[in-house]
């Protein structure tokens, strides 16, 4: 009992290395929101709108079922991987408040500035030119403020605007400050990380916030790394195995219905979390050599959420001047093109854009002329 009560108070110490199956997952969750949004191309306006329910005609695009009408809740997936991610990367770890500001701030900012001034010159074109926005509807002034400073889900908004998806960054900046605050008490444990998601679940039956959903998730994500890294070495194929048969059982459970009276936010952590244990045990057993092959595919998450919506608009907006017909979206060959195309753009912006931009402005804001290792972002 002695030894349990001292697990679960023990600190949180993150390790060396990338989890690169971490990674892979989180980009296969960014590709289910390109399925999912999908249908922001019948939200036009004017005489390129058309009706949702013609998608019913891309036969590809409906085969995906759950990803095509659940795909958002790959959301709350990115939430849970930021805290299981942060505790290993700085848990434990003598990083200062400055290094960790310009981490999250070099990671992030550069690719969000420039895909908001791209939304917003295709906004304002359109409603100047066509008379309607796309997409989103709500792009004035003070909305575009509140998107500079990464508030457009702070509050202070009347929904979503300019690029609408960066909702979900915006409230995880605000627990990005409070995880910092915690690791910093030197409280760090496995316990305490419970008892935080305790607290955001009391304030969730009070208010249904994004913030408040956030912060289950991300700490959610935190806790299960502190269970990860009490396993021993040598109980890794016991735990392994443990964990796919919770999350297949889980899984059978849900499909079955036998677990439809819990809440949606419960069962996806317990979901998420086998999951999420099973990679990074079966990565720490010899897969990680595997994984990192496929690096690729994690590096896409965070331009492909921030180009799809721009991507989208300018196609509506190309539509919309008469250069290609908008019917064009209701079949299977623009579907397979609309995903390739986008993890392509996804790719290149990684390269040429996100990883120089955020190499620069570490060098710069942290001076150090020293090479440093890209730290893992939603």
């Known amino acids: ?24 997952l989180r980009g ?33 695009y409906q085969s995906l079922g759950y990803i095509r009408t659940h795909g958002a809740l790959a959301v709350m997936l990115f939430w849970m991987i930021s805290g299981f991610v942060f505790m ?12 960790f500001f310009v981490n999250r701030f070099a990671r992030l900012y550069p690719l969000h500035l420039l895909t908001l001034l791209v939304v917003a ?14 997409i989103y509807q709500i792009n004035d002034g003070w909305h575009f403020f509140l998107n500079l400073f990464f508030a457009s889900e702070w509050g202070f908004s009347k929904g979503n605007s300019f690029n609408g998806p960066i909702w979900s960054v915006s409230v995880e900046i605000l627990i990005y400050i409070l995880f910092w605050i915690y690791l910093r008490t030197g409280w760090a444990s496995l316990l305490s990380s419970l008892l935080v998601i305790v607290g955001f679940l009391v304030a969730f039956i009070f208010a249904k916030k994004a913030l408040v959903l956030c912060g289950i998730y991300f700490f959610a994500g935190s806790s299960l790394y502190a269970a990860y890294v009490m396993i021993p070495v040598e109980r890794y194929r016991t735990a392994l195995v443990a964990s796919l048969i919770v999350f297949a059982g889980w899984g059978l459970g849900w499909i079955s219905g036998a677990l439809s009276p819990m809440p949606i936010t419960i069962l996806l952590i317990g979901l998420f979390a086998p999951l999420l244990l099973a990679l990074a045990l079966s990565e720490r057993m010899g897969l990680h ?20 919506s721009p991507l989208q608009m300018l196609f509506l907006l190309g539509a919309a001047a008469g250069f290609w017909p908008v019917a064009v979206v209701l079949t299977n060959a623009f579907f397979i093109a609309y995903l390739t195309f986008v993890c392509a753009v996804g790719y290149l912006s990684f390269k040429y854009i996100e990883r120089p931009a955020q190499d620069a402005l570490r ?10 290792k890209a730290i893992s972002a939603p």
């Open 28 to 60: 296969l969750a960014a590709v289910a929101i390109l399925v999912f949004h999908y249908t922001h191309f019948t939200m036009g306006n004017g005489s390129i709108g058309l009706p949702e329910s013609s998608l019913a005609e891309v036969s590809f």
């Open 363 to 372: 060098r710069q804001m942290l001076t150090t002329t020293k090479p440093l």
């Open 289 to 308: 050599g595997r994984y990192k092959r496929f690096r690729a595919i994690g590096n896409l998450t965070y331009s492909t959420y921030l180009w799809h």
């Open 1 to 24: 009992m002695n030894n349990f009560a001292s697990a679960l108070t023990r600190p949180i110490v993150g390790a060396p290395g990338q989890l690169y199956s971490i990674d892979i």
């Open 121 to 134: 010159v295709i906004q304002w074109t359109s409603m100047g030119t066509f008379g309607h926005y796309l």
């Open 88 to 99: 290993h990367v700085y848990a434990g770890k003598p990083v200062t408040g400055w290094t």
